[in-house]
């Protein structure tokens, strides 16, 4: 591992609080983010050091209980990603030949589709839940994964001593463990930690325009109700509704981001000599 | 591959497309399109005019191919069914609102291109200088930020606090206008501050891209034996890495033409602008089907023209690309 | 004078500071309408002084100075070097796969400069581009194509023609024969020769192809480790090298007119971040002194060439002069030896042929001390051999050794192999006896010999042929001389057996600059691995030269002779 830039250990420090945040939820949380704690649309004050939206929720509550909806998305979509284009893109890197073609012609038709449309077609006809969204976004983000998969994997399979190795009477499952797997692991944490971040982006996104799961309460679908409320912007109320939440999943894509330009720097050398 | 065979391409995936939209809805449980005439269910359309011409469009009573053939059939005539909320035909409202997409997209793909292009390209002759590491650091932020969140933020400044700009919509309601400049005027004053957050969303990534491909551009062979042989520094910069560094670029425009639909989408919500993204999202929340339906098909359409545009411009912009083989 | 280059020095940064010497102290002159070459291993700085003279380098790394036309280059901004460049001095570029934009046609790139150093219109410049294409062979619908529509001899061309589009004073090659064909290559060499015949340009052609220096340049520089070593005439370089870099790479030269192998030079190319201290050559040399590990040798001239070695180039191990030795055989004199005189190098292999009773045995046996002439001397490194007596004679002595023709009269039947190969080191006294035994071990192990206890106490008719020969040969290695002569040591052996021991003898030759005279009466395998080749007849040379010319321009009627008898395999 050749040493990492400061910005990716502010990455890991952000990614670390948050984690922090959302585990201690319990703890940390001062009311049940789903009680009616308050009067609506409260200001802040030492009893909710954020205000309360419009039904009287404690802001601060719903703020750290977000965390686990978006590190639980980053998480799950992530490692579904990650798992999807390792499967295609393993076994077309690997087998070559038609299985290859075959699975490549399906990833080239899925990266064609526009991503966003495709998204909320879904969202629209398989309802909002949240492990809904989370399959989505996993079905729309793993071409890419594949692509990248395929081409590591068709690389070192070349090598000699895989070649060796099959030579020697070893079956496909050790070949693929023992050699091919440990070869990929870097593309693997680079591949988890970049989908996780499209994937905080996306869940977000799709409870901003209303097409999340209104039942669980994620930094996005803060922000669809603190825009509902007419003339948000003309009192100083998006100061303690609006700009809480959005802050919060634009720090957790960054720290994601940063560490994914230092895995991949890891990955590729060159881009990193020439970005220093 | 020739221009027939990538039309053709293209062709076969909004075939697919056109395909998974009369789809889906259908095969899923629940049975969505069912319920709109289900008495019993939440989603009964209680108008008898829209729910009458509902039933037609969709023929659930009929089967399954045939259901394809006339869906098809609407596609080809412009049919796309009829708005349950509003009840008008599909694409009329698609009519209305698609302009204002298109211009919003396309100014903002003008703007961050250019600015991308010309800064990507200055940043990567000085790479190493604090000029460009600044600018890449950046871009990098911008990239990440969620377009929302950007728009937000301006919204707040220009629109409520400074009151330079309005706050939403595409033009003033009910206005009337006495000349076509002055009606030019006021969309465009509406447009700013859609179109500057989008170009903002695009902007980060376009530049990291342009400044990236020219620094390995400059990398090459040809661009050495071009300073040797004492060309000046415009033409260096200009003629040979730019037009060098357009290739990637070009052929990343159809990721470009995604994400500005994607940001399109959000941004309109935002700023209540009357574009696609607006009517989509009225739509979805509406729970209009057939809106929302017709809408994806536009904007699919769309993007894969952008790409096919791309790709064209692509052949055109690199000489290797191009069939015909050694003159020698 | 044209170009006049000083001290220059690029030095590039590594790992942040500046550390990488690529070149270091170069200086060389061009006058106009003159060649000069540059020669070279990859990686010894060629491209890099190529680079230096138009500028390409940040100028932070470029030390020295080049001067043209008295104006100093060096320092200069990146403005007053864009005026020089391609007008005064202009390149045609090594990677002629990568040097052309992909994205223009092949004729605007020719006629780029045109329109920007000379202004001419995109008219006038694509006439003048089409005028150009004619003069390298190439018609207009090259020019019209892209670079990828044309294969790697035409972009040479284009490149060429691109070079001279604003008549520069000064062009520069870099490698321009390298990946091509051999027919491509010569034509392009024919154009090249016929251009600058007209030209009245100067030319450096910068290469590691010794061939097309040859052809295209009147003086060259060779060139190691970022510094010359050797400078002079292009011809008499090339045939009579006198630095032993230089030596040491055109044997390994492959070259049509020569059936002789390919040697290496022993080591390896320094790293240029890390050079070797005093001499750069010195871990390579075969006849490097303590001063050559502590001290740089500059850049002196001698004789007409300029070399820069402390020993002032290639020492000469033997030099015998006008040598008689005549026996009286039953009464009549026989002149076994008349008037020979030869010369031989470090590291050099010459063979001495010639039928049987040419005098070539005498010959040896005079030049390794064993016989006294009747006249004239032996030279061995300087000090004369006949005349020495006692303790110097027997030190000289040992620098040379004689492996006889029978290896079974060279050896004492009742001596063991060990005892034979320590013969020398007993008599001489070096050492002590567990030294000995190491060195006699390791001789042995150089002439692939076992060296278990059985092996060692053999007596000699116990070994074969072939394996006796060997212990000889081990014999003559254990004193580390610097000359061996061989009186056909491959008579007693197979032909396979042959092979191995010509392939040792070439190993240890390489390896220890030993220099080597080889007695033979046969030509075919002579030619193998001789340098020189020295055919006596009747007790005189008759005819002598390098290996490559006697066997394919043989000039005595005796030498032809010798040659249509040598054994043909079909």
């Known amino acids: 591992m050749r040493r990492l830039g400061g910005e990716v250990w502010f990455g890991l420090i952000l990614l ?27 200001r802040p004050s030492r009893a909710h050091p954020l205000g309360t939206n419009d039904v009287g929720q404690d802001i601060l509550s719903e703020l750290i209980y977000g965390a686990r909806v978006s ?16 499967l295609v893109g393993g076994m077309a890197g690997y087998a070559g030949g038609w299985l290859d073609q075959a699975l490549m012609r399906l990833v080239d038709g899925m990266l064609s589709l526009p991503r966003l449309p495709l998204l909320i077609l879904f969202a629209t006809f398989l309802g909002s839940g949240l492990p809904q969204t989370i399959a989505v976004i996993s079905f729309l983000f793993w071409p890419t994964t594949a692509r990248v998969v395929r081409a590591q994997v068709q690389s070192v399979r070349q ?118 | 591959m020739g221009v027939g065979r990538r039309a053709f391409v293209y062709l076969l995936t909004f075939w697919v497309i056109l395909t998974l939209n009369f789809l889906l809805p259908r095969l899923l449980p629940g049975d969505p399109l069912a319920a709109l005439l289900d008495p019993s269910s939440s989603d009964y359309v209680y108008d008898p005019e829209v729910r009458a011409a509902l039933a037609a469009y969709y023929g659930l009573d009929r089967p399954l191919p045939e259901q394809y053939g006339r869906y098809l059939l609407g596609i080809l005539t412009g049919d796309l069914g009829r708005s349950i909320r509003l009840n008008r035909p599909v694409a009329e409202l698609v009519v209305g609102h698609l302009p204002w997409t298109l211009l919003l997209v396309g100014t903002a793909l003008l703007f961050s291109s250019a600015l991308a292009l010309l800064t990507g390209t200055e940043s990567a002759w000085r790479r190493g200088s604090w000029a460009d590491r600044g600018l890449v650091s950046a871009s990098i932020l911008l990239a990440n930020v969620p377009v929302y969140f950007a728009g937000m933020m301006l919204l707040l400044l220009f629109g409520a606090r400074l009151r330079w700009l309005p706050l939403a919509g595409g033009r003033t309601p009910f206005a009337r206008y006495p000349s076509a400049l002055a009606a030019a005027l006021d969309i465009g004053r509406h447009l700013i501050l859609p179109a500057l957050t989008l170009t903002l969303a695009m902007l980060g990534a376009k530049f990291l891209l342009v400044r990236n491909a020219t620094v390995n551009v400059l990398g090459e062979d040809f661009m050495l034996v071009a300073r040797a042989k004492g060309l000046p520094e415009g033409r260096l910069k200009w003629g ?32 209540s602008y009357p574009g696609m993204g607006r009517l989509i999202f009225e739509s979805v929340t509406a729970r209009d089907y057939p809106v929302i339906q017709g809408a994806f098909l536009v904007v699919s359409a769309v993007v894969l023209t952008a790409n096919f545009l791309a790709d064209l411009i692509n052949l055109r912009l690199d000489p290797r690309l191009r069939e015909g083989g050694a003159v020698g | 004078m044209m170009l006049i280059v000083q001290d220059l020095r690029v030095t590039f940064p590594l790992d942040g500071r500046m550390g990488l010497r690529a070149v270091d102290g170069v200086s060389f002159e061009l006058a106009p309408g003159t060649s000069l070459g540059i020669v070279g291993e990859t990686g010894a700085g060629k491209t890099t002084i190529a680079r230096a003279l138009l500028g390409l380098h940040p100028p932070e790394c470029v030390q020295g100075s080049i001067r043209l036309d008295g104006r100093e280059l060096v320092g200069l901004s990146e403005e007053e070097w864009r005026a020089i460049r391609w007008r005064r001095i202009a390149l045609v570029p090594q990677s002629v796969g990568t040097a052309l934009d992909p994205v223009y046609r092949v004729g605007d790139q020719i006629a780029e400069p045109l329109r920007y150093h000379l202004g001419f219109s995109p008219a006038e410049a694509w006439e003048r581009s089409l005028e150009l294409a004619r003069r390298v062979g190439l018609e207009p619908r090259h020019l019209r194509a892209y670079p990828h529509q044309l294969s790697g001899g ?28 051999m027919l491509s290559r010569a034509r392009l060499l024919d154009l090249l020769d016929a251009l600058c015949r007209e030209g009245g340009m100067g030319l450096l052609v910068i290469s590691h192809d010794l061939a097309a220096v040859a052809r295209l340049t009147e003086r060259v520089a060779v060139l190691y480790a970022g510094q ?90 033997l030099r015998a002069e006008g040598l008689r030795k005549t026996f009286s055989v039953d009464g009549e004199r026989v002149e076994a030896v008349r008037e020979a005189t030869l010369e031989i190098r470090e590291g050099e292999v010459v063979a001495l042929v010639g039928k049987t009773g040419s005098g070539k045995t005498t010959l040896a046996q005079i030049l390794v001390g064993l016989l006294p002439p009747d006249d004239g001397r032996v030279v061995l490194e300087g000090r004369e051999l006949t005349a020495a007596k006692g303790k110097e004679r027997r030190a000289m002595m040992s620098r040379i050794q004689l492996i006889p023709q029978d290896p079974f009269d060279a050896v004492s039947p009742r001596l063991t192999a060990a005892e034979i190969v320590r013969e020398p080191l007993d008599i001489q006294g070096i050492g002590t006896p567990e030294e000995r035994e190491v060195k006699v071990r390791q001789a042995l192990q150089t002439v692939g010999l076992p060296t278990s206890p059985d092996f060692l106490a053999r007596r000699a008719h116990e070994l074969s042929g072939g394996q006796l020969q060997r212990v000889v040969l081990a014999r003559a290695l254990v004193l580390e001389p610097k000359l061996i002569v061989a009186d056909e040591p491959f008579s007693m052996l197979d032909p396979s057996e042959q092979a191995r021991v010509i392939n040792l003898l070439k190993e240890i030759q390489t390896e220890r600059g030993l220099a080597l005279l080889l007695i033979s009466h046969d030509l075919a395998l002579v030619r193998k691995i001789a340098d020189r080749i020295l055919v006596m007849h009747r007790g005189q040379i008759v005819e002598e030269g390098p290996g490559s010319r006697i066997v394919t321009r043989p000039e005595h009627e005796h030498t032809r002779m010798l040659l249509e008898a040598a054994p043909r395999l079909g």
């Open chain 1, 16 to 42: 670390a609080l948050c984690s922090a945040v959302a585990v201690l939820a319990p703890v940390l949380a001062p009311y049940d983010p789903r009680a009616f704690s308050g009067q609506p649309l409260e």
């Open chain 1, 71 to 86: 590190l639980t998305v980053a998480l799950a979509a992530g490692a579904g990603t990650v798992l999807l284009g390792l």
């Open chain 1, 159 to 276: 090598r000699g001593y895989v070649r060796m190795a099959r030579q020697f009477g070893a079956s496909h499952p050790y070949v693929f463990l023992r050699h091919i797997l440990p070869a990929i692991g870097p593309l693997i944490a680079y591949g988890l930690v970049t989908s996780a971040g499209h994937a905080v982006a996306m869940e977000a996104g799709l409870a901003f325009l209303g097409l999340g799961d209104p039942l669980v309460k994620s930094w996005g679908l803060m922000m669809r109700f603190a825009l509902n409320l007419p003339g948000i912007f003309l009192t100083d109320r998006w100061l303690w509704w609006l700009l809480p939440p959005a802050l919060c999943v634009t720090l957790l894509i960054l720290a994601l981001a940063l560490i994914g330009i230092g895995l991949e720097q890891n990955l590729n050398p060159r881009l990193a000599r020439r970005w220093r």
């Open chain 2, 240 to 271: 040979h890495a730019l037009r060098n560094a357009l290739l990637p670029f070009v052929a990343h425009l159809a990721a470009h033409a995604g994400m500005a639909v994607t940001g399109a989408v959000f941004i309109e919500t935002l700023f």
């Open chain 3, 154 to 181: 035409e972009k040479q061309r284009a490149l060429l023609a691109m070079a001279l589009s604003c008549a520069p004073d000064i062009l520069v090659l870099d490698e321009p024969t390298s990946g091509q064909d």
């Open chain 3, 228 to 317: 010359l070593v050797e400078v002079g005439p292009t011809a008499e370089v090339f045939q009579d090298p006198r630095h032993p870099y230089t030596w040491g790479l055109l044997r390994a030269y492959p070259d049509m007119s020569t059936a002789r192998d390919l040697r290496g030079i022993r080591g390896a190319p320094p790293d240029p971040a890390n050079p070797p201290p005093g001499c750069r050559f010195h871990p390579r040399c075969t006849q490097a002194i303590d001063r050559c590990r502590r001290e740089k040798p500059p850049l002196r001239e001698i004789g007409g060439r300029w070399i820069a070695c402390h020993l002032g180039g290639l020492q000469t191990l």
